[in-house]
């Protein structure tokens, strides 16, 4: 028994050690075409969310295999894009519905997907610049299930999905980086590295990748060196972790302004 506790100790030292460690969170979008693909994504070491395209031939199969694995799923919800392209990507939500089948297509969709925790959107630059339409799509996923968030991926400067969701009272978050928007090895890496900078300095960061043989090599490279120095979480711990840290930084605020009120 006298032994147990210096045991104890170093355990509870170790475990809020690691706790300071800055926090990253990794989306794997557009799974459901490729099998081989989809599970070398999933087989990635790590606490990873997996975000996966709607009928598509392996989605089921894909979300299945990242559950068992304790990973993370979402539908990546596909919305009408600034790319001509786009208008061939099935079950994509565009600008000729109205609300009423907005709400129709995210329900079929958000069925379509087993142990989704959330969702985020599949291209989407034309369709979440405009508030009319990405409040009825927020309220389609609350209506839905109100413990599901949004993650907005951000394919437009411009978009108003984040501020929609969190007017509609969906759990809500952005992400930071796109890591390969160029897919050739160097740029990959290039963004690994801002990525983390960014977690460094900020504290956390999120990044989405595809599910390409490049990126696949360069996380398989990089990740093991990384959880080193980083904590790897899923998006929803991600937002509960900058809920809590902007939480502190407000009461941090409010003392210090009283503080200096009463001197």
């Given at each position: ?8 100790a170093l355990a509870l030292t ?108 599949h291209m989407g630059s034309h ?137």
């Amino acid at each position: 028994m006298i032994r147990f506790w210096p045991l104890l100790a170093l355990a509870l030292t170790c475990s809020a050690t690691a706790d300071q460690r800055p926090v990253l969170s990794l989306v794997i979008d557009d799974l459901g075409y490729s099998l081989d693909n989809g599970i070398a994504a999933i087989d990635l070491e790590g606490t990873h969310t997996y975000a996966i395209l709607p009928d598509t031939i392996y989605g089921r199969r894909l979300a299945e295999r990242a559950h068992e694995r304790g990973k993370e799923v979402i539908l990546h919800l596909p919305m009408q894009s600034i790319n001509s392209a786009s208008s061939r990507e099935p079950h994509a939500l565009n600008e000729a519905m109205d609300e009423d089948e907005l709400t129709g297509k995210v329900h079929q969709l958000l069925r379509d997907v087993p142990f989704i925790r959330g969702v985020n959107n599949h291209m989407g630059s034309h369709l979440t610049e405009f508030d009319f339409f990405m409040r009825p799509v927020m309220d389609s996923i609350r209506g839905y299930n109100p413990n599901l968030y949004f993650l907005d991926s951000r394919t437009s400067p411009r978009s108003v999905a984040l501020a929609e969701a969190r007017e509609a009272g969906l759990r809500s978050i952005s992400r930071d980086v796109f890591l390969d928007n160029e897919t050739n090895p160097e740029s990959i890496r290039l963004q690994i590295h801002i990525w983390l900078a960014q977690a460094r300095d900020r504290g956390s960061a999120i990044a989405i990748g595809h599910p390409y043989a490049n990126t696949i090599e360069q996380l398989r490279a990089q990740l093991p060196e990384a959880q080193a120095e980083f904590a790897f979480i899923p998006i929803s711990r991600m937002i509960e972790t900058r809920q809590s840290h902007a939480h502190s930084t407000t009461r941090r605020e409010v003392a210090n302004n009283l503080e200096s009120t009463s001197q």
